[in-house]
């Protein structure tokens, strides 16, 4: 679904039991020993070494072993099975690397009895899988390595709840809590909420779902599973790089956002000194499960669906401005029609999101949903405090906007978004020393 | 999973309310108005003329408009958003042509009192639809044609059940119905059987998404909802073309296929004079669900797993041949080890499914699945008579398989694929006029 104006961005639709190392280590691909960076103290560095420590956000190849021949083919590009991005920095990849194709939110539980100290296990473990998966190196425990071996740019996200936090003896934001109820929404409680989230991305749903399956296995002692989301864009390769993906309403989503270089995006998405020492460079995600009443939508007609949302289905194009505009051209609030009545009617989901305050501004990443006969978005923006971004968005949403008629919100979550971490680091290292 | 033997190819793991127009015409993409088509008493030929008849199963580009701008750079292929697959032709499209990245079958009901001129009117918007959807060029009654444009190679297969065939006072081959149970079988009825089978498959979940939309929207005065199941292979351009898929197990699955051009084909899954006159030319699906005990998969040996099979996990090379042969290299299931025993054991998958009978062969179309916490294999497979080339196959492995311990068959489904149809036809225009 189409953004609303430049100055804000608006929601649209809107066990480790096997660690210990495998009877048979048998031929096989490459592989890392967790246990030897365990035991070395410097968790990640010989991951970090061996595919050489990332400086940017650019892609990078997999090391030795893993490009396969490419077939001649006037439009066959290299096959990018073997791209990978670098998993450390400043903050968490999965966030303001380039939207794959394919997502999944999946969130845990932490069992009774996961203190401390078995956290810091926890948070060691995933260190060391989420290094190896997203660099196409299979961890030690991986029984079926030749699937982690073309990551096509998996990245893996690490996010916590109020309860995790408290576990580790931290003190957790105001945040970082449920969402205040709104007049609207319908949440059936099968997707809120959580005390540990994995956010797991790729360009190609295989490694993905191995990669989850992987984690998954390693954390079952730790944690039990509350809920799994699974969500698409385009695929890589339908279109140009950077076309911003449509959602099932056959609406462009996600035209106004802000640009992760551009100037002030520090401090609408990452947090700083505001925020907790242990989640400085983090981020508070929210997570709307937003389902689309599709036959109703469908009934109305083009027109209408334009009106409804201020925005052009053809191109995103704003409708105050001429149809070969393009999806970036700005609206015009103030814009009439020859009768004096508002190009942009009042109630328009583009004008209902549009805030005046530049700080209320969020950063988008939306994916579709299509299953057992529902369809709609997963909803998710990155911020520094939802409360004072997010929230007043969806306030004003959920009092009055032409929209609603066809979208419900039916699950809500909101995690932290743990810092980035570097090699030798644990994710959530800060957390873990208490905050 | 690998296949075992080159003689043999076993199973592994084994409403049209809208239809009349829409209120708004509006400002949009190409369409075609189906209206015109029905009029004119030469359904499809609108399409065919505009698209140019195909010729053969290569790919073509959509028509104008539907080609995005290329970005610089040196890995991006021109986008693949564009690429059609011609539905027309002796056979249907979505069989022999080149596996899709993903996969939905969905089985419909018909509802009670749609009789053989209902039908007819069924199999007349679906044939526009699927003339529409394949070639980019979205159907009338679509209101999201933008999510049509880009079809990334989107075919739509159509089968019938039993009770279809009946409806249309034709006769049903033998075959055509529930398979003989096997004793392993635990079929759930979550995804058994069905009337109509629509198969949609695409390189984009996006474009497939809506696709199975819109002919679910228009044929829900027909039929009722029975199940859905959606699939998945690596994503296209992550591997070299023509790479054989590899199932969560982590197995090359596939290899051991009977190749579309080679002598025989025909007579292995295309129905000729032998089965009924509406069929001639098109072919038996049998659908199997596949849930994999991945758990337990995984804690046995590297070792253990290639015996259980037969072939190595890296390549899906055969036990009997060196590491560095490759997928294609044959068994040698005679083939000993220094202590007299048989390198392939005597309960592997790969000798268990080998026939020495080359009429019992299968050309199969697995798909990997992985939702609600559950993984496996929508194994399909296509043949002119499943009970003289499946089951057999089937039996033999349902009686003894060494890969029974982490394979469980929940769904069964045997459908008749129809015949192809050309510009101006019916899809199923001989069953419809009794067979």
Known sequence: MP????????????????????ASAAPGPRRFGRRALLTSGAVGAGVGAAIGIATALGVQRAPEGSGAAVTAGSREAEPFGGDTLP??????????????????????ALREGVDRAALTRLFRILTGDVEGLTAGVAPLADSEP?????????????GVGPGLVARAGATAPGWLAPLPAFERDRLDGAHDGGDLLILIQADDPLPLAHAARMIDRELRSFVTPLWSQQGFRQARGSEADGTTMRNLMGQIDGTVNPDPSESGFEELVWIGEDGPAWLRGGSALVLRRIRMELDTWDQIGRVAREQTIGRRLSNGSPLTAPPEAEEHTPIDFEAKDAKGLPVIPSFAHARRAHSEDP??????????????????????????NPLRQFVPIQRRLDELDLLNEWVTHTGSAVF???????PGELIGAALLEGG
């Open 3 to 22: 953004g609303t104006s430049p100055s804000t961005a608006p929601p649209s639709t809107g066990a480790h039991d096997a660690a210990a190392g495998e």
């Open 87 to 108: 998993c450390h920095g400043p903050h968490q990849a999965g966030i303001v690397t380039a939207p794959a194709a394919h997502v999944r939110y999946v969130a845990y």
């Open 146 to 158: 030749e699937l982690a071996e073309r990551p096509s740019k998996l990245t893996v996200t690490v």
């Open 359 to 384: 700080s209320e501004r969020i950063f988008r990443r939306g994916a579709n949903y299509d299953e057992g006969g529902e369809s709609g978005l997963l909803f998710a923006c990155y911020q520094r």
């Open 416 to 422: 932290a978004i743990l810092p980035g971490f570097e």
